[in-house]
């Protein structure tokens, strides 16, 4: 059965090269969340009050692309911020997909983060929107779980992987034998 992995947690904490790796080395078919909400968000500001019904439509989209590559037989990483409305993205994953779906929240300091976020080559966070998005993830972690928080801080991808996410290789590593 396919899997459903969202990478989430604030820019610079690795999303991304994580997400990107498990396509390379197990088979996952990359989503990123960030390209498709674009749409509805040509400029950003996506966490604004003001565009919850615009950030529930990029949600719904999201779903539908998870949905259409699940439905073909593949596994999916969905690479994304959330941007606002946690609970109710990942509910509606849980919905759809039931045990098949796994939250993974990746963090790092808040000197790691604002380092990375200024290093990056892509758009940039900046320290007050880390640390909003940092605090809100904190304020679900109950609901999410601690066990799936992971501190990137000081580790380099590889062994982000190697640690967190050896399942994914081994349950990889199952399915071509």
């Not at 969202?6 to 990359?30: D, R, S």
């Not at 758009?123 to 929107?129: C, L, M």
Request: glycine share 10%; proline share 3%; net charge negative.
């Amino acid at each position: 059965m396919p899997k459903i992995l969202i990478l989430t947690g604030p820019g610079g904490v690795g999303k991304t090269t994580i997400g990107k790796m498990l396509e390379a080395k197990c088979g996952y078919v990359y989503l990123d969340g960030d390209r498709e909400d674009s749409e509805f968000f040509p400029d950003g500001d996506q966490w604004l009050p003001e565009h919850a019904a615009q950030l529930e439509k990029a949600h719904e989209k999201i779903l539908g692309k998870a949905k259409e590559l699940v439905n073909q037989g593949k596994s999916v990483v969905v690479d994304y911020i959330v941007f606002g409305r946690y609970r109710e993205f990942l509910k509606s994953f849980d919905n759809e997909f039931g045990d098949r779906v796994h939250v993974k929240v990746l963090m790092a300091s808040m000197t790691e983060l604002v380092k990375r976020d200024k290093e990056r080559e892509c758009w940039t966070t900046g320290a007050e929107r880390i640390s909003a998005v940092c605090n809100e993830f904190l304020g679900i972690k109950h609901e999410i779980g601690a066990d799936n928080f992971i501190d990137t801080t000081g580790q380099t991808p590889d062994e982000t992987l190697s640690v967190y996410f050896s399942e994914y290789i081994q349950d990889d590593q199952k399915r071509s034998s």
